[in-house]
């Protein structure tokens, strides 16, 4: 008997199995076997049912949507990038740049003279003392999955935010800075709003800091994240700045165009010459389906 071809099969079913086939595997494997799968796999129409099926949009979604891969990596790797940014594993993954006063603390929700945080799964805060305490991470982009032509032609926007306290009955100042730096960590963008100072007698209400790099320039490869202050009555203990809840995300939000072939480095990026198939360009899909037929799945 002899072998019938998988690409015998109505193109909606085919888009319909590719929607089962993981991301990566569909553009490592699938894309290249032949320009069949290749223009069924670059359709939005399957991107945008993987979305759904993920549950990343619903059918209610209207809002525009540059290009339907990208957004689906994006939405995949959407995840607050820095590591225990809540203090419920005490100091691990922090390097800390200044440990002055009684040192950088850990301490639980609402703290003394303090209240509790907005969002109640936020138990532990970090302190600092009253000498300056600063500590950071160094977010690698690429180690989370981002590759190197989305950064630099896609430019997703990267969100940053953070959460500080005063004690009522203490003062503090209270830092941040967030830079935005190439693989030999030279800056290209940074934000750095002035200190913050807090008097004494004050209210302890947890107060947000934001902010979004759009439109950086390309080459970006780490965000720095650095945090902290000190207090202004130079007490002993820990009578500085609280901070907790930090984070760092890339959006799946673009403001640039996105290049068709924008996918991970990782990936080949096969063109018509990859398929062996002849040009394509004046076939119709079945036409397209003949050329693969001799792919026997």
């Given at each position: ?8 099969l109505?193109e ?51 809002q ?13 790797l ?29 301490e639980?929700?609402?703290g ?26 160094l ?5 989370h ?11 997703p926007?990267?969100e ?9 009955d ?40 934001s902010?979004?790099?759009s439109?950086?320039?390309p ?79």
């Amino acid at each position: 008997m002899a072998a019938v071809s998988i690409n015998v099969l109505p193109e909606h079913i085919l888009l319909e199995l590719f929607a089962h086939v993981p991301a990566r595997q569909l553009l490592l494997h699938c894309r290249p076997v032949c320009s069949l799968w290749r223009d069924l796999i670059d359709l939005a129409t399957l991107w945008k049912r993987k979305c759904l099926r993920e549950g990343f949009v619903t059918e209610a979604w209207d809002q525009p949507v540059a290009d339907w891969k990208i957004f689906y990596f994006l939405r995949s790797l959407h995840r607050n990038l820095l590591d225990n940014p809540c203090a419920e594993d005490g100091l691990r993954a922090w390097q800390i740049d200044s440990n002055g006063g009684d040192e950088w603390q850990v301490e639980s929700c609402p703290g003394a003279h303090g209240t509790n945080f907005p969002d109640p799964s936020v138990k532990k805060y970090f302190v600092t003392s009253y000498s300056m305490c600063l500590k950071s991470q160094l977010v690698d982009l690429k180690a989370h999955g981002y590759w190197e032509e989305l950064l630099d032609k896609v430019r997703p926007d990267i969100e940053v935010r953070d959460w500080f306290a005063a004690r009522a009955d203490s003062g503090c100042s209270y830092h941040l800075r967030v830079q935005l730096t190439s693989a030999d960590y030279i800056v290209l963008a940074s934000f750095e709003p002035p200190p913050v100072t807090i008097h004494q007698w004050n209210d302890a209400a947890w107060t947000e800091v934001s902010h979004t790099f759009s439109d950086y320039p390309p080459g970006v490869r780490h965000v720095f994240f650095q945090h902290g202050g000190k207090d202004t009555q130079f007490w002993a203990g820990w009578y500085g700045p609280r901070v907790t809840n930090s984070s760092v995300i890339v959006s799946c939000k673009t403001r640039n165009p996105v290049p068709s072939t924008a996918q991970p480095e990782t990936l080949p990026t096969p063109g018509p010459d990859d398929c062996q198939c002849p040009s394509d360009s004046q076939r119709s899909p079945a036409d397209r389906s003949s050329a693969c037929g001799g792919q026997g799945q």
